[in-house]
């Protein structure tokens, strides 16, 4: 679950529900209600499983 780090959307999200890619500052995805960027780490578990953890303590930008 993610929760969009724009204050005055606050969405939550689930992985389906998003696009993760990367613009060249990191994976992050947008937030399809207001369009903030939210940043997210990868990890790949030993048997190749991939998660995604969002972080928290980068504020989002570019809001539309
Ligand atoms: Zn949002």
Redesign the pocket.
Known sequence: MFT?R?QS???DWSLADVVIKNEGQGLLFR?P????RNYVERHESDDGEVSYEQVVDIKPYGLQ
């Open positions: 969009c724009n959307c606050g969405a937030c209600m207001c369009g903030a």
